[in-house]
């Protein structure tokens, strides 16, 4: 069987790599910190709410140890606003994949796991911070390397695409912060007086940004809310440079949360910070970015992205992290199915095209709508599914899955044929 080394042990290399351990393959995984430092010196990755077919994926190759008592993300409720304190904010509320419980578990602590159990699966773990120079030798080592680094700079190995990469800056300003109910309240209780079900909260205000709530699992504090906040560069939200600390963040948080959404003011006294995870937030920026399908290494050598270093996406919609174990999986699908054969330039273009057509490009074009000012498709099927909630349902199952829901978003008549499905005109038709 081929040899194959991935480099990078986030989620889509060590879903990579189980996938074909497990196929009988011979693999070396490259990880630049020990199960540990993954554990208690690292910080999350995000806030990423995977949907349930996404984490079906680690059920399938038995990487799921959590799911059952997971805090459970069932569906969205969304407000939005054309500004801060808006009277005329409009309420949205549906179910996520018709009602299956997707959810945000500490990346850390899977990661800890899936590190700790590889060797004994048969795949061999070496703990290295590869650079460049090593990625070259490592690509002559073996018949196929992956590159699995999410957005760190060993990335700059494939190009950009420049085709398919629609932005070359960033979009928002991030910042991110894990807390709980300093009251000692279940925090799904911050919501669950407007929605039946365990939910994730979305805030959108035109003129500055959004902020997220997302059902989160901490490897520690257990249940609680990731916040991600997404600043329009220099509005009133965009606050957070220079943040030094969980708690600083969460300052500015609960401070935009009370100038923003009136209707948020019952729970903000209620947020604070997981005090006991120094590393449990994050503030920073990056591009949106679309890879090509191979880098070449100055020994000619190959080296293919997958995951995050594949397709960086603006985190708005949610689709990094579930695009990371979608394109992990069809990847290692389509290494089996290649059998013995080459690892070549033409296999690794047309296994890229494929998995952008399958998994990427409908992710892309949901991220950019929402990055945009709504057009007049996409106002149509909002108002339909802030009306009726089966339209809602029918919108949110698009996140998982957006091609079932992108030409509605970007075609009026298609629009149209949406709200007509439940019994809706449009505002003056």
Known sequence: MSKIAIIGSGQAGCILAYALVKAGYQVTL????TPEQWLSHSAPTGTACLYAEVIDIERELGMDFWSDTMFPAQGVLLESARYAQDPEATVMKGRLEY????????QRMRIHRWLEDFEGLGGT??????????ADKIALENDLTVLAAGKADLGRLIPRDEHRSFYDRPQRNLAMTIVRSKSGKHVKDWFSDRIPYSSTKFDFFADSGEYFAVPYTHKTAGHTYGFLF??????????????????????????????FAPWEHHM?????????????WLVGRFAPMVRRPFGRLPSGGLIMPVGDTAITFDPICGQGGNFASRSAKYLAHEIVRHQDKPFDELWMTEVNLGMWEKYGRGGCDLTRIFLETPSPATEIVLHAARTDERAADAYYYGFPHPES???ALTDVNVARSFAGQFGITQPGA
Do not use: N, Q
Request: hydrophobic share 30%.
């Open 30 to 33: 490259y990880s630049d910190r």
């Open 99 to 106: 009602g299956r419980s997707g959810g945000a578990i500490d």
């Open 125 to 134: 773990l070496v703990i290295e911070g590869v650079t460049p120079e090593r």
């Open 230 to 259: 997404e600043a329009r560069e220099g509005s009133r939200m965009d606050r957070f440079a220079g943040c030094k600390s969980g708690e600083e963040v969460t300052a500015h948080a609960r401070d935009i949360i009370r100038e």
């Open 268 to 280: 903000v006294d209620d947020i604070e910070y997981v005090s006991e995870d120094p590393h449990a």
């Open 405 to 407: 829901i992108v030409p």
